[in-house]
């Protein structure tokens, strides 16, 4: 790990998250996007920049359809 990235940690079980490719659905559509991940409860940590940035313009183009 690069001295700068942070140690995440799960809030439920206490163990380091992962990077994992995930799937989500929305609005009957399924995608997956790669994001840090409790490997022993599942719990997923999605950052305020992709919340606000990429999965922001995905919701906007499936609700405009």
């Known amino acids: 790990m690069d001295s700068n990235e942070k140690a995440w940690k799960c809030g439920k079980c206490g ?3 992962v990077t994992k490719k995930t ?6 559509h399924t995608f997956s996007h790669e ?3 409790c490997p022993k409860c599942g719990n997923v940590f999605i950052p305020k920049e992709l919340a606000e940035g990429r999965m922001a313009e995905v ?7």
């Open 15 to 17: 163990e380091g998250l």
């Open 23 to 28: 799937l989500f659905n929305y609005l009957g």
């Open 35 to 37: 994001v840090l991940r």
């Open 59 to 65: 919701e906007q183009q499936m609700e405009d359809k």
